[in-house]
């Protein structure tokens, strides 16, 4: 039975560039799936109907940058030879600049039509993100790929949890104001995730991670 080195894991710097960096999109991702429909009806004026409707739209624009996102990952590094790290640093900090860009570009609006648009490109450029650090346990150490995600993804869904309860502490009476303050610190978040996964990952098989298994090799 292989020993799975949690010391090295928990120590290891690409690891946290993936952890921080799924941690800073989920932020985003909880954010936005639990108040969107609330943020639409009080600064567009939608109706919760129509809300929940039009709300629906970014997160069908995220489903297909996921897919066409790891497809263009995939195509870049093995028929452009384009380095695994690259791609990984190119489409996680894209991806979280291009949310953190239309968060901001929603925080100065005042057209509803252009609210629903900057909201639903934001939202859907998240699926950039993942092409950048949710496959990087692979690159990092294919056998304990499961350990890893499962770290993370832990990690991760902290948001789900703080998200609501500090929009609903910051967000008392629906003003735009109010509203800023969440797209604001948002973006802060996407850019932090994206600074230190820049910074600190990797695209290299780790010295913990032993020998890579052939056939994990062949599909990776």
């Known amino acids: 039975m292989e020993i799975v080195p949690w010391a090295e894991m928990i120590k290891s710097k690409p690891v946290w560039a993936v952890m921080v960096a799924h941690f800073c999109q989920n932020w985003g991702f909880y954010t936005m799936l639990t108040n969107l429909p609330r943020m639409l009806k009080e600064l567009a004026n939608y109706e919760l109907q129509k809300a929940g409707f039009v709300g629906g739209l970014p997160y069908l624009?995220?489903?297909?940058?996921?897919?066409?996102?790891?497809?263009?990952?995939?195509?870049?590094?093995?028929e452009r030879n384009i380095d695994t790290l690259t791609v990984r640093r190119r489409f996680c900090v894209a991806g979280f600049a291009g949310q953190a860009l239309f968060l901001a570009l929603a925080s100065v609006t005042s057209s509803p039509p252009f609210l629903v648009a900057?909201?639903?490109?934001?939202?859907?450029?998240g699926g950039i993100c993942w092409a950048g650090f949710s496959v990087n346990h692979l690159d990092l150490a294919p056998q304990f790929a499961g350990h890893l995600m499962g770290m993370s993804n832990t990690l991760a869904t902290l948001p789900g949890m703080v998200c609501p309860l500090i929009v609903g502490y910051?967000?008392?009476t629906g003003t735009v104001a109010e509203w800023n303050i969440i797209f604001y610190s948002t973006t802060v978040v996407y850019a932090i995730g994206g600074a230190i996964f820049w910074k600190f990952a990797s695209g290299e098989l780790q010295p913990w991670a032993g020998e890579q298994n052939p056939f994990i090799g062949e599909l990776h």
């Open 118 to 125: 900057y909201l639903s490109i934001s939202i859907g450029l």
């Open 61 to 78: 624009m995220m489903g297909c940058t996921l897919v066409w996102g790891g497809q263009l990952a995939d195509y870049l590094r093995k």
């Open 170 to 172: 910051i967000v008392t």
